[in-house]
């Protein structure tokens, strides 16, 4: 959840804390009324589709820029990036096939479309469950590739430290 989310989840909640000190009964509940309607509309255009498939985009991107990173920076383990990037283009067909289902919901007949939706809802849940679950698992071995080049670094240093200042060793 980004900031601004966050802060207008927060903002249609401040009403509510103002509503004892309203003194007007009539305006309490308008005010009641307008936050309940706002949350309402709020929460309904979270779980839109295209709101749901952008989100699943931002992972895919995200995902991708962090898949480059650990090809560059974990270099000592192929077959765990040859895996990682199987796992990536399988999540990138994936993706596609669910805008083309997406995209196709116009043809649906109208009595299988709410079926198609939560059809096309559980597969976008499944895939950013599977690209949750790939960049956690690539985040912690970039982690550890990195921790290797930190304690490779820091044994240099020392046997440098040690060769230069021979008297100083202990």
Partial sequence: MNNFEFLSQLLSFAPVTLIPFIPNAALRYMTLGITLVTLVVYFLHRNTLGSRFGELQDSMREMEELFGTAADE??????????????????????????????????????????????????????HQDLKELRWSTSLALESSRQDKYLEDLRHRRTSLHRTFPSAAM
Avoid at 91 to 117: A, D, G, N, Q
């Fill in 74 to 127: 974990c270099n000592r383990d192929p077959y765990f990036l040859a895996e990682t990037g199987l796992e990536l283009a399988t999540l990138r067909y994936r993706v596609s096939t669910i805008r083309t289902r997406s995209l196709s919901r116009k043809s649906v007949p109208w009595k299988k479309y709410l079926s198609y939706l939560r059809d096309i809802v559980r597969c976008i849940k499944d895939c």
